[in-house]
């Protein structure tokens, strides 16, 4: 157990004193929120560039009312003026007002209007430009009329704007349910999923050449002359876990920091949070645990097995292909289909993490089939660490560029510290 104890301290602080390791650490959440700036800002300037494209309160606008529709033609633009369209009597004239540039846009109801609703829109050559939509101005005042004909309620129905209000009952003891509870239950597996997500993309390939440097740098052969195999995987795992966790909290922690600020501002809805239990936090935070415990032990049997970190890199996305799984059969989770893909994606161990987070947001996961489904991920997990230490006695010093998969599965090297 000390040797183990050595080996996850001077992983841990082998990593930690890297600069590398912080500069990595702190650059990607700037990166991710230097990303989300630009987004709002580009999304934020193409709004105001579609609404001035849209503008049309210093337009000159002409009507023609084929079907006697309208009984109104004026509107009042956004700055509270009112604007009135120019009147024409048929729609040649507008058009011809149009390309003479006596008005800016000239708009054309039909006499068929009510078989055929549409409306015709005409802009000056000088005008029309490829982003702009003139519908506005023609539409607002159309709408305006259809109010005025159509009862209240009934608008209400046809634009969609009723209110329903859900009252749910727990099917245990018939109790009302309230937001806060529904949330608590699905906050929990949504934010796990996120972490963990996070983990297998961020720290996915560091975890897989851990385990192939020793091999290229020369020197497992000499780590295993004065530490058990087995404790020096175990404390490899443990050490990586470890840093895993210190990365994450980098980026959790200035998180909760703005998600702290938003609640004092009252920009984030408090319930996020405050719906979340004791149980479900604990619940949770052991499946994190154990899901990046497999996932590890998984890259750390690749790291074994494969000569080089080329290659341990090409089997790394094999198993993250594998972890994601689920994210592909999605359908499976939310609806009734394919309900045997859903189970097998629960029991299928490097799947297993993320089809319970979705079963519990989804809300098909059973109670009983968590735990089971939590010690599935740790008995493997347990399993796999202890096939990487007969691997790694194996190939510890195997240096040809092919995976010899006949010899790993034979008897370990009797020359190492036992």
């Known amino acids: 157990m000390n040797k183990t104890f050595e080996v996850i301290r001077f992983e841990v602080m082998r990593s930690i ?12 959440p700037v990166l991710f929120a230097f990303y989300i700036f630009i987004a709002a800002m580009s999304g934020y300037s ?9 503008d049309t309160s210093n337009m000159t606008l002409g009507l023609y009312d084929g079907a006697e529709y309208l009984k109104t033609t004026k509107i009042v633009n956004e700055d509270g003026n009112e604007q009135e369209f120019t009147l024409f009597d048929d729609e ?27 409306v015709n829109i005409y802009v000056k050559p000088d005008q029309a430009k490829l982003l702009d939509n003139y519908s506005l ?12 004909d159509v009862s209240p309620i009934n608008y209400a129905i046809i634009t969609n704007t009723i209110s329903y209000d859900t009252t749910t009952y727990d099917a245990k003891d018939n109790h009302e349910v309230e937001m806060g509870e529904i949330t608590g239950k699905i906050s929990g597996p949504i934010i796990a999923l996120a972490l963990f997500y996070i983990l297998i993309i961020v720290l996915g390939n560091r975890l897989v050449v851990a385990m192939t440097e020793e091999k290229e740098n020369r020197i497992s052969e000499l780590m295993l002359t004065s530490i058990n195999p087995r404790n020096l995987i175990v404390g490899k795992i443990i050490s990586l876990m470890i840093v895993g966790l210190i990365q994450l909290a980098v980026l ?53 097995i494969t000569p080089t970190a080329k290659d341990a890199n090409s089997y790394s996305s094999v198993l993250v292909i594998m972890v994601i799984l689920p994210i592909f059969f999605l359908g499976s989770f939310g609806g009734t289909e394919n309900q045997f893909m859903m189970y097998f994606l629960t029991y299928f161990p490097p799947s297993a993490p993320i089809a319970i987070m979705l079963r519990a947001i989804f809300g ?45 599965l034979g008897s370990p090297r009797s020359t190492w510290k036992n």
């Open 46 to 54: 193409a709004g105001e560039m579609l609404d001035s494209a849209t």
């Open 17 to 28: 004193k890297k600069p590398s390791f912080w500069a990595a650490a702190i650059l990607i």
């Open 252 to 304: 959790v922690i200035p998180v909760l920091i703005l998600y702290k600020v938003g609640l004092n501002y009252n920009a984030i809805p408090e319930f996020v949070i405050e719906s979340l239990n004791a149980l479900s936090i604990a619940q949770y935070s052991l499946l994190l645990l154990a899901s990046y415990f497999l996932f590890t032990a998984c890259c750390v049997i690749i790291g074994t």
């Open 137 to 148: 101005p023609i539409a607002t005042i159309l709408q305006t009329q259809a109010v005025q």
């Open 364 to 408: 098909s996961l059973a109670t009983w089939e968590f735990w089971v489904g939590l010690a599935d991920i740790v008995i493997v997990g347990a399993l796999l660490t202890k096939l990487a230490t007969h691997i790694f006695c194996k190939n510890a010093i195997e240096f040809t560029a092919k995976i010899n998969f006949k010899k790993l």
């Open 92 to 118: 040649a004239s507008g058009i011809a007002a149009v390309q003479n540039q006596e008005i800016d846009v000239f708009y054309a109801i039909p006499q068929n209007f009510a078989e055929n609703p549409t």
